[in-house]
């Protein structure tokens, strides 16, 4: 994989911060857009603009044909059957809030059971939190093991019979575990169960084959994989998407409107009220095309070595903690010893370096570490090595730093 040429198509990164060079290291949180993305998008505003699926006129044709072009792209990515089973949404958050208000709200019942983990992010539970309240059903989380990761034998334990909904992040935003999602989604459907499964940190990062995994729900975010944001996919089995019912109602969506009562459009429109995010959905189309002809396998590639260097060169660091299992996708998590993570976070940005600090929208999961927040280092196929030296030049300097001030 030529980087340097990758990098080029990224002008964000040809800048700097504080008189450095930026070392953009926060892609977990989102992504960087490339060139193809950037002019895609100022194409349709310049050349296409119009809404989607109501004019005959040229401009409507050009703009629905790519709106609907960007969603067999999105199918093709996902290895999906059906364009049917594609439905674009606001992000990852909206989708998996489809599910909980859409599907299992409807299907639950009391003493019922939704399973997650305690490593999920913020929006992966609180939707279950609230579909359990509304329904009385039961929330039961797998456990975790002391490196962070999930065993499948944990997961029989927990799910059982009475389990009609899994839920499981692809790969967790904090500790990088890649979960064994087919391996859950089979015991899920042992179970009777459905799986829903939080891509937003897998799909970015390496091939997702939906049909593969044999999972029943899937969602993802543009943003993270240099898409714009404000767009994401939803993925669902046609059977279980036309069994439920729309969350958001109005225009578009509909088939036939009275007085009384409506009727709705047939998959994926369903599900697509009022003016979508054509733009955005275009944008994603273009993101996929550039990430494909780059190669999800080496993009997966280059994130790993990036990764396993940067867990040799940060653990010659005196005094760090650092948060995850050995084998992980591309993002270290961590702590230095008597500094605050936003008080790294803040010397590095100094150099140029830019990391996330806080608890990452995962509470519960700070809890199991048992710590209130941690810096976190993410990154992508643009990210480099020599980066790396600079993130670990500025961690030994802020450790100097607090070092020498208390």
Known sequence: ???????????????????????????????????????????????????????????????????????????????AKSTAEIIFTRGTTTAINTIAYGYARQTLKKDDEIVITPMEHHSNIIPWQQAAKATGATLKYIPLQEDGTISLEDARKTITSNTKIVAIAHVSNVLGTINPVKEIAEIAHQNGAVIAIDGAQGAPHMEVDVQNINCDFYAFSGHKMGAPTGIGVLYGKKE????MEPVEFGGEMIDFVDLYDSTWKELPWKFEGGTPIIAGAIGLGAAIDFLNEVGMDNILEHEQKLADYALEKMRTINGIDIYGPEKRAALVTFNLDDVHPHDVA?????????????????????????????????????????????????????????????
């Open 240 to 243: 279980l998407l036309e069994q």
């Open 1 to 79: 994989m030529d980087v340097k040429a990758i990098r080029e198509m990224f002008p964000i990164l040809d800048q700097e911060i504080n008189g450095n060079p930026l070392v953009y290291l926060d892609s977990s949180a989102t992504a960087q857009k490339p060139l193809p993305v950037i002019e895609a998008v100022d194409e349709y505003y310049r050349k296409n603009n119009a809404n989607v699926h109501r004019g005959v006129h040229t401009l409507g044709t050009r703009a629905t044909d790519q709106y609907e072009g960007a969603r067999e792209k999105v199918r093709q990515f996902l290895k």
């Open 346 to 406: 803040t010397v590095l940005d100094a150099e140029g370096i830019a990391v996330r600090a806080g608890h990452h929208c995962a509470q519960p999961l700070m809890k199991w570490l048992d710590v209130t927040a941690t810096a976190r280092a993410s990154f992508y196929l643009y990210n480099t090595e020599e980066e790396i030296d600079r993130l670990v030049e500025g961690l030994v300097k802020t450790k100097e730093y607090f070092n020498n001030v208390f």
